[in-house]
């Protein structure tokens, strides 16, 4: 796609609602922005519905500034707190059923890559914990099986959070939760290990009190899947709602579990990404 | 150059109905194959299952020779299914199939193609779904595809199963329709046994799915970046998603009354009927209609003549059709291959108080029991149970 795609024909500039004209006029597309640039143009996600101080609402703002092509990229969701905030993303994105992303994503980049194989176009599965480690397990292990060319981003809010509260399998052991009233009764899943031993060429653990990070981790995790491999992010987003903690409060939560343990930043490359990302960025200078 | 590039293109026309024919003695599932071939598919994805194994192992050497752009085994039906959602999405031709267990397996995303309005061709080789286990043929899955708001097809046979696949891609495709097409075939009766198929040359080809034409966006992000590009936000609880979600609902089953048009003309119309005068009038799809035929044979030769409506299209139904071909009859049989009796229900519920004649409950027979002729003559002549 091209901004000369989506301008406003003459004469409807006055019909076109204002958060359209802003996007138009003001939005990231095929201008590199990201993090740094924050403030200065016209966002994807348009006031979402998430609660106050919802931890995935603002690793999902961050991820959609760190998209390296949006006008190339298209998203697959899957039901969930993030479903909610979809329809008010400005970017391609599908939401087919809950649990299925993978497979739906796997369809769409190869239909996406024979009728366009000339062009890189990025496909992002965006979906919390229980669509990617519990429902979703089977077609998100086996995207990773064949190898496919995606992007996958798990929102970690460590809980079923739109549905109430209910117990994950990315939970903390001990945890009461609801279906899980006398505490969880095994580990959180060591989801970045399952990716790297199923074929993810690369895989980062990051939260959106490091914004670069978080930037860099989905920015390097598109680009070499859209180059070697499947690649894996996963996001820590705390849910005030169900965990019960002060909206104000998500990033000091974050940084509560990183400094007890129960949450820690981590970035892995395969010896072929690492290659790759090192020719980018001599490339870039 | 691969194969599929040597091949000529065609208008539907032409290639359903003026292009020479010549006839082979083949079996169902190398009917759909050849479907397949002259299809001008992109991909093809499917997970294995008995009887539907047959074909799309078929389709993988297709892909293999160059006749299909992409293919491959999925992790399951729920996998291959929602791939299809994923590249139908895309603007690609698609092909999936299964059978029985695998299509209950994957029945969430099959019913959800159609709100999702995904063109596509998904083949049912019709077996056995219930406990205990057997890949025996039975046809009791169709009774829930009813319900999904795809177009339903069922076929009689292998010419059937040539004629419909190859028919079910332009029906799929075209704008007022945008839905996607299953076309059933009973397993083992059909697939495995053979039969005479009447084909056009493989040099031709249908035209490639042209995407843009249809009646939504496609998800390639070529499109300006609309918000909601193809599914509604229905899940917020308000009057504005209660009613996006209904006025959804609605238009899908208007688009399955639209594609009556092209059922018509492609398949020469929803129903065929034997012997349009008969007091006596059997009623079948599938296989079903096959042993019909020959019990209105029987029949005849005993002296008695017997009517024959074969149904070719489940969705849509072909009430009026069914209505008007009934008007006049005296009693009404329906044989089927499943226990359920899904299409003598139906054929009840479109018939009641239009017209007079009793509606026998049966012949039946599942599980993979054959249905000989002489158990619908029973109940021809001797007036079995109402």
């Given amino acids: 796609m091209t901004r000369r795609m989506f301008k406003i024909s003459a004469g409807f500039e006055e019909v076109m609602p204002p958060e359209y004209r802003e996007l138009v006029e003001k939005g990231p597309f095929e201008k590199q922005l990201g993090v740094a640039e924050l403030g200065t143009f016209k966002e994807l996600l348009e006031e979402h519905p998430l609660c106050a101080g919802c931890g995935l609402a603002l690793s999902l703002r961050l991820t959609l500034i760190s998209l390296p092509s949006p006008e190339d990229t298209v998203i697959v969701g899957a039901t969930g707190c993030s479903s909610l905030a979809f329809p008010q993303v400005a970017v391609h994105n599908i939401h087919s059923l809950f649990g299925n992303q993978n497979a739906v994503a796997t369809g769409l980049k190869r239909a996406l890559s024979l009728r366009f194989p000339d062009r890189a176009k990025d496909v992002v599965v965006i979906a919390g914990d229980g669509a990617t480690c519990d429902i979703g397990l089977e077609s998100v292990m086996h995207s990773w099986f064949r190898g496919e060319k995606l992007t996958t981003i798990m929102l970690d809010n460590e809980a079923y959070a739109n549905t109430g509260g209910q117990e994950s399998g990315m939970s903390q052991l001990g945890t009461v939760l609801n279906m899980a009233p006398m505490g969880k009764k095994f580990k959180k899943v060591a989801f970045p290990e399952v990716a790297k031993a199923a074929g993810c060429v690369y895989v980062a653990v990051a939260a959106p009190h490091q914004p670069r990070r978080l930037e860099r981790s989905v920015r390097r995790a598109i680009l070499i899947a859209r180059e070697i491999g499947p690649t894996y992010v996963q996001l820590y987003t705390p849910c005030p709602t169900n965990y019960k903690f002060k909206p104000a409060d998500t990033l000091s939560v974050i940084r509560e579990q990183e400094k007890a343990g129960l949450f820690r930043p981590d970035e892995y490359l395969s010896p072929e990404a690492a290659a790759y990302i090192q020719q980018l960025e001599e490339a870039k200078g | ?386």
């Fill in chain 2, 1 to 386: 150059m691969i194969k599929t590039e040597k091949q000529r293109v065609v208008t539907p026309e032409y290639l359903f109905f003026e292009a020479p024919r010549t006839r082979s003695y083949i079996t169902g599932s190398e009917a759909a194959n050849e479907a397949v071939r002259r299809g001008n598919v992109d991909i093809a994805i499917a997970y294995p299952i008995t009887p539907q194994s047959e074909t799309m192992q078929q389709v993988g050497e297709l892909y293999a020779e160059g006749y299909l752009r992409d293919y491959y085994r999925a992790e399951d039906e729920v996998g291959a299914f929602a791939a299809m959602s994923g590249a139908s999405r895309t603007g690609v031709r698609c092909l999936t199939a299964s059978s029985g267990p695998g299509l209950m397996r994957g029945l969430e995303t099959v019913a959800s193609w159609p709100g999702h309005r995904l063109p596509l061709v998904f083949l049912i080789m019709c077996r056995v779904i219930n406990a205990p286990l057997s890949i025996q043929p039975d046809n009791l899955e169709l009774g829930y595809m009813l319900l999904t708001g795809n177009v339903v097809l069922h076929a009689e046979n292998q010419q059937d199963f040539f004629d419909y696949t190859l028919a079910g891609f332009v029906i799929s495709e075209k704008c007022e329709v945008t839905l996607p097409v299953a076309v059933a075939v009973d397993g083992f009766f059909v697939t495995h046994a053979r039969g005479w198929v009447e084909m056009p040359s493989a040099d031709l080809k249908l035209p490639a799915r042209e995407c843009y034409s249809e009646a939504v966006p496609m998800i390639d992000n070529e499109n300006p970046p609309i918000r909601i590009a193809r599914d509604a936000p229905i899940q917020k609880s308000n009057f504005i998603s209660y009613q996006m979600h209904a006025a959804w609902q609605q238009e899908i089953q208007a688009a399955l009354e639209r594609s009556r048009q092209w059922i018509t003309r492609y398949l020469g119309g929803l129903i065929e009927v034997v012997n349009p005068g008969a007091e006596t009038m059997l009623i079948a799809s599938g296989s079903a209609v096959s042993q019909s035929r020959e019990a209105v044979r029987q029949a005849e030769e005993a002296g008695k003549e017997v009517g024959l409506i074969k149904i070719k299209s489940l969705r849509p139904f072909p009430g009026e059709e069914l209505r008007q071909a009934c008007a006049h009859a005296k009693r009404i049989i329906v044989p089927e291959f499943n226990c359920i009796g899904w299409l003598n229900r139906e054929v009840r519920s479109t018939l009641y108080g239009w017209v007079d004649a009793e509606i026998a409950d049966g012949p039946r027979v599942c599980g993979g029991i054959t249905m000989p002729t002489e158990m619908i003559l029973e109940w021809v002549f001797e007036g079995k149970p109402l």
